[in-house]
Structures are given as C-alpha cells and as structure tokens.
C-alpha cells in the first residue's frame, strides 16, 4: 500500500544528515578542483551520468565521493523518494491549495495508463480528452482547414499570456524554431506594457491573426487587458468583421470555463486544464496549444514524450544514479554549504536563447520560499537567484565577474553536440568555447603560470608585477555541463522535466511548498488600488510619502 507523504518541515542545521555534511565541508576546502582532477583520473567516470537522452557532468564540483554519499544521506532523511511517490501517485502535496501536483500525469504514454482519480475525476482521461481536441484544431490550423472570418488562412498566432502562461510555450516555439510551419508566424504578448501589444498588432494582419488566451485563472490583469484590447483591436481593424466572427479567431485555455465564456469565448473553443497543473509546470498541458500549433501535434507528442522518459529514470533511478536528484544536491551544496547566492544558467545553442528566463519562475517562484509547509520560519538559505543568457554571448558581458569577481556563481553549461543548422564551422567554434569556459573556471590561472607566460612574451620584470595580480584566475570554480545530442522536441522535453525534478527535490529538501506563489499576491493588491489612484477619482491616498508623490507625479501626466 501507498505510504502517504509525510507533511513538509523545515531543514534544520541541527540534522545529523546536514551537520555531518557541515563538518566534511570544513575538510573539503583543503582541496582545490584542479587538485581532485590531478590526483584522480577517473573522476569524470564516478561524477557523470546519462538519462532519457541526455548527459549530465558534474565532476567539476568540489565533490567527492563522501559528499555525494552525505548529500544523499541528507535526502533520504527528508524522504525524498516518499514525497516523489506521492506527486506521481496524486496526492494532494500542495497543500497550502489543497491540490495534487500532477504535471507528470499529462505527459504520461496514451496506451499504457491506468485510471489516476483525483476529487473522484480520472485524470488520465480528461488529460486524453483535451490531447485529442488539441490534435483536431492544432491539424485545422495548419492544413488551412480552419481559417480566418473571411476565409483567408491564418498566418500569424498570438499568444496572450504571463508567467507559465507565457515563458513555457514562448521558449519552446524558440526553442523548436527548426520544427515550425513554415506559414505561421508565432508572437508572443504578456506585459501590461502597451508596447509589447502595440509590436505585435502592428507587424499583423486581423483577416490572418488567431489569437490564443492562455491563463489557468482568466483573471490575471495584464492578460485579461491585452486580450481585451486584442478583441476591440480585431472588431475594428477586420474589414466588415461582426461579434460572431471572433469565434475564428480567438481561442482560450483556461480552467475556468465561466470567465472564458463571459469573455465571449465560445466553450467549443476553450482548451481545459485543471487545477492541478501549476502555472509554471503548465507547458506539458492545452498551455503548450501555441507549440502544438508551431510544430505539429506529432512533435508535441515527442515532448511530452521526452519528458515522459525523465519522469520514468526519476521514478525509478536509485538516489545515487538519478539524475535531477544528483542536479538538486549539487545546489544544495553549493547553495547551503558552500554559500553560492546564484546560479547561472548558460545555453551553449541559441535557441535556448529563453531558457534562463524560464526557470527563473520554474525555480525562483517554485522555492523562493522563507518558511516550511508546517510554517515554521527557515533558518537556512533556500533558492538561489537564477539567472543566464546564451554563450558565447555571456562570455562578452558578466562572464568576467565569474572569473574573477569576489562571488563564487555556479553555472549550468548546457549544450547540443550536433547543430540543427548546416553551417560549416561554427557548431565547433560553439562547443569549444563551452568546454574552455568550464575548464577555466575549474583550473584558473596561477601566480607561477601567468608569470612564466609574460616572461615567455619578453615582458619587464617591473611590468609583469604591476599585472601580476590582474591576470591571476583564482579557479575552483564550479560547474555542470548537460549535453544532448541534438535540441529536439524530446531532448527539450527531457530538459525541462530535468529542471522541474530538480526543482521539486530541492524544495522536499529545504521543506517548503514548491507549488504555491503567495509571495506574488501583495504587489497584485496594491497595483490594482493604486491604478484607481492614478485614472479614477481615489485621490485619498495613504501610501508612504514615496508612493504618494510618485502616484501624484504620474497623475498629473496622465491627465495633461
Ligand atoms: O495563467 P494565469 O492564471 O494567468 O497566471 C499567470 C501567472 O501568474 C502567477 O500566478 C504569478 O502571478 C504565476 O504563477 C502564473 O504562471
């Protein structure tokens, strides 16, 4: 019988697990990454491993063989595999919501799954449901079956959304770029910010335009205005274009049927999903309908597909060989033991050029998190600031603070051996700028060899001082590197499921709720009072004298 989940408390410094891993860093420090790859060659042998089509190095962390057997000591003791057990088995683990956690369930193989109940609902076949009529529309679309009011075939899908509504299908169309219909052209619309719409409704044509609303409550201010404005924008700029004539060209996905319809959404052309599904973990849901559309059901099969696989080695690799749980303690270690504040995240493949932006809100709004699931306040540090960009592009901006700046940031290298383009040359030029940047940050630079490399060029004695301490790396640096070996829909499928586990491993660890987000809530209430403040009659404000004189500033320009 299913063992239900033990609820969530908070990591305490005073666990056996976590101060035997304190007192093994204190030992560790002694040893410097160039020294443990000098002293053992099979290093990237033990620190490697490869799942669901990918390949994950972690060998250049200041790990040994005891740190990972304490590291997954400590997991063990936080029952990671019980609370693992629990997600994938339904349970409601989100527990602050009094909802089950279930973005595994929607990309579980058609044939193969039993019914899963949750509130007296088999998800499974809901989830079916609504993959079928994906299947139909996202194949109208594309085959030019469904068209525009007056027959003119759709050209261009906008997707209104923000957050999981938003940063999951914009990066995976980036991402699947190669895959797209060569006739559709996908934008993305989120910010409030007038200007991300107006970009968008001015490169379109409305006769061609479909716009898809994605968000799970339909209530979220900046996209239930950019939609709105979507539809007034449409009623007036289609030639000859009546109220029924939306129906062709807007859509919705949402979870909540009664707000879709009053937006005047026809039910035949809302795309459910369920409570269940967190705004973040939603790409895998009717939320991917914009990549579905982009690059073909089949291909988004292929996704859920690849995901599908990592969700498999996560369920069933031992602690020691899984792959997001060895990613997560490698954080944990960095993060709470060897006191990094960030994590950068750096694609080697252009196309993942949104990548870092989308596990911000996967990790930062998962686990940025100050208390436990029981309340009780965390004495230690949780997530890390996330954040990245592509190389080689980094290397030209921050990568010289990584180098050599007084903060220790690891970083994610990610990479794909083969290119998905043709061109000649290139795809090396990439690979090796990504292998040098890990070792540099490994081995560094010493006193002794950046001395005997100026002595070598002929330098003066006086000069080489004077430079001496500016062109030192101090090394020891910490890295992984993930390679796949192409970005392909289930390559990223498996990437992402990676990061989620990751994710979910982490916040078991430290206690909290992964799948909660009041933190957002506070900001939400006072913008929706303060806009009253600047366009409506509320002037009675009583903010603190910062908040009121810049509400007065601005209202007095909005009115001239
Ligand atoms: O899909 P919705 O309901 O519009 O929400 C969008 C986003 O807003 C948040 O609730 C945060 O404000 C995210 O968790 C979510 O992804």
Same mark, same amino acid.
């Given at each position: 019988?299913?063992?239900?989940?033990?609820?969530?408390?908070?990591?305490?410094?005073?666990?056996?697990?976590?101060?035997?891993?304190?007192?093994? %860093?204190?030992?560790?420090?002694?040893?410097?990454?160039?020294?443990?790859?000098?002293?053992?060659?099979?290093?990237?042998?033990?620190?490697?491993?490869?799942?669901?089509?990918?390949?994950?190095?972690?060998?250049?962390?200041?790990?040994?063989?005891?740190?990972?057997?304490?590291?997954?000591?400590?997991?063990?003791?936080?029952?990671?595999?019980?609370?693992?057990?629990?997600? $994938?088995?339904?349970?409601?683990?989100?527990?602050?919501?009094?909802?089950?956690?279930?973005?595994?369930?929607?990309?579980?193989?058609? +044939?193969?799954?039993?019914?899963?109940?949750?509130?007296?609902?088999?998800?499974?076949?809901?989830?079916?449901?609504?993959?079928?009529?994906? %299947?139909?529309?996202?194949?109208?679309?594309?085959?030019?079956?469904?068209?525009?009011?007056?027959? +003119?075939? &759709?050209? =261009?899908?906008?997707?209104?959304?923000?957050?999981?509504?938003?940063?999951?299908?914009?990066?995976?169309?980036?991402?699947?770029?190669?895959?797209?219909?060569?006739?559709?052209?996908? @934008?993305?619309?989120?910010?409030?910010?007038?200007?991300?719409? #107006?970009?968008?409704?001015?490169?379109?044509?409305?006769?061609?335009?479909?716009?898809?609303?994605?968000?799970?409550? *339909?209530?979220?201010?900046?996209?239930?205005?950019?939609?709105?404005?979507?539809?007034?924008?449409?009623?007036?700029?289609?030639?000859?274009?009546?109220?029924? =004539?939306?129906?062709?060209?807007?859509?919705?996905?949402?979870?909540?049927?009664?707000?879709?319809?009053?937006?005047?959404?026809?039910?035949?052309?809302?795309?459910?999903?369920? #409570?269940?599904?967190?705004?973040?973990? !939603?790409?895998?849901?009717?939320?991917?309908?914009?990549?579905?559309?982009?690059?073909? $059901?089949?291909?988004?099969?292929?996704?859920? /597909?690849?995901?599908?696989?990592? #969700?498999? @080695? $996560?369920?069933?690799?031992?602690?020691?060989?899984?792959?997001?749980?060895?990613?997560?303690?490698?954080?944990?270690?960095?993060?709470?033991?060897?006191?990094? !504040?960030?994590?950068?995240?750096?694609?080697?493949?252009?196309?993942?050029?949104?990548?870092?932006?989308?596990?911000?809100?996967?990790?930062?709004?998962?686990?940025?998190?100050?208390?436990?699931?029981?309340?009780?306040?965390?004495?230690?540090?949780?997530?890390?600031?996330?954040?990245?960009?592509?190389?080689?592009?980094?290397? %030209?901006?921050?990568?010289?603070?990584? @180098?050599?700046?007084? =903060?220790?940031?690891?970083?994610?290298?990610?990479?794909?051996? %083969?290119?998905?383009?043709?061109?000649?040359?290139?795809?090396?030029?990439?690979?090796?700028?990504?292998?040098?940047?890990?070792?540099? *940050?490994?081995?560094?630079?010493?006193?002794?060899?950046?001395?005997?490399?100026?002595?070598?060029?002929?330098?003066?004695?006086?000069? &080489?001082?004077?430079?001496?301490?500016?062109?030192? $790396?101090?090394?020891?640096?910490?890295?992984?590197?993930?390679?796949?070996?192409?970005?392909?829909?289930?390559?990223?499928?498996?990437? &992402?499921?990676?990061?989620?586990?990751?994710?979910?491993?982490?916040?078991?660890?430290?206690?909290?709720?992964?799948?909660?987000?009041?933190?957002?809530?506070?900001?939400?209430?006072?913008?929706?009072?303060?806009?009253?403040?600047?366009?409506?009659?509320?002037?009675? /404000?009583?903010?603190?004298?910062?908040?009121?004189?810049? &509400?007065?500033? /601005?209202?007095?320009?909005?009115?001239?």
């Amino acid at each position: 019988m299913q063992r239900a989940a033990p609820n969530l408390t908070a990591l305490q410094s005073t666990s056996a697990a976590f101060q035997a891993l304190q007192k093994h %860093h204190a030992t560790t420090t002694k040893h410097t990454l160039r020294d443990l790859f000098a002293t053992d060659d099979g290093r990237f042998g033990e620190f490697s491993l490869e799942a669901a089509g990918l390949f994950l190095d972690y060998a250049k962390n200041t790990i040994t063989t005891e740190t990972m057997a304490l590291l997954c000591r400590l997991a063990r003791e936080r029952n990671v595999e019980i609370q693992r057990d629990a997600m $994938f088995a339904g349970e409601k683990i989100n527990t602050t919501e009094h909802r089950a956690v279930l973005h595994t369930a929607l990309r579980a193989p058609l +044939k193969s799954t039993n019914p899963l109940i949750v509130d007296g609902q088999n998800v499974h076949a809901d989830i079916h449901e609504v993959l079928q009529q994906m %299947h139909a529309f996202t194949d109208a679309v594309r085959s030019e079956k469904w068209r525009g009011y007056n027959g +003119k075939a &759709i050209t =261009d899908i906008v997707n209104i959304g923000i957050g999981g509504s938003d940063l999951g299908p914009k990066m995976v169309c980036q991402a699947l770029r190669p895959f797209e219909h060569a006739r559709l052209t996908m @934008h993305f619309v989120s910010n409030v910010d007038g200007h991300d719409l #107006d970009a968008v409704l001015s490169q379109t044509n409305p006769e061609t335009t479909l716009f898809v609303i994605a968000s799970k409550t *339909f209530t979220t201010m900046e996209t239930m205005m950019n939609a709105q404005t979507a539809r007034s924008w449409f009623l007036q700029n289609a030639k000859g274009a009546k109220e029924s =004539d939306l129906a062709q060209h807007f859509v919705a996905v949402s979870t909540n049927t009664q707000a879709v319809k009053a937006f005047g959404i026809h039910p035949e052309n809302m795309f459910p999903f369920w #409570d269940w599904v967190g705004g973040r973990y !939603s790409v895998w849901s009717s939320i991917g309908l914009a990549v579905a559309l982009a690059v073909g $059901f089949e291909q988004f099969s292929e996704f859920l /597909a690849g995901a599908h696989a990592m #969700d498999e @080695h $996560f369920r069933q690799a031992p602690l020691e060989k899984n792959m997001p749980v060895i990613l997560a303690l490698i954080g944990i270690w960095q993060r709470n033991f060897c006191g990094s !504040s960030s994590l950068s995240i750096a694609p080697y493949h252009q196309d993942l050029l949104n990548f870092a932006s989308y596990l911000q809100q996967l990790e930062m709004e998962s686990n940025g998190k100050q208390v436990a699931l029981d309340g009780e306040l965390l004495q230690i540090k949780t997530c890390p600031v996330i954040w990245g960009n592509v190389g080689t592009n980094g290397q %030209h901006a921050y990568f010289q603070l990584l @180098h050599q700046g007084t =903060d220790i940031t690891p970083v994610d290298f990610i990479a794909a051996l %083969h290119p998905s383009h043709t061109l000649p040359d290139h795809h090396a030029a990439l690979l090796a700028n990504c292998f040098a940047q890990s070792e540099a *940050f490994m081995r560094g630079k010493t006193a002794d060899e950046v001395r005997a490399e100026m002595q070598a060029k002929g330098l003066a004695e006086t000069e &080489i001082e004077a430079l001496l301490p500016h062109r030192i $790396f101090p090394g020891n640096r910490p890295s992984n590197t993930i390679l796949m070996d192409k970005l392909t829909p289930a390559s990223l499928g498996a990437l &992402i499921a990676l990061y989620e586990h990751k994710t979910f491993v982490q916040g078991v660890i430290w206690g909290v709720n992964s799948f909660d987000q009041w933190g957002v809530e506070l900001g939400k209430v006072l913008a929706t009072q303060i806009r009253d403040e600047l366009v409506g009659d509320n002037t009675n /404000a009583h903010h603190d004298s910062s908040t009121n004189g810049l &509400i007065a500033r /601005a209202r007095a320009a909005l009115q001239k």
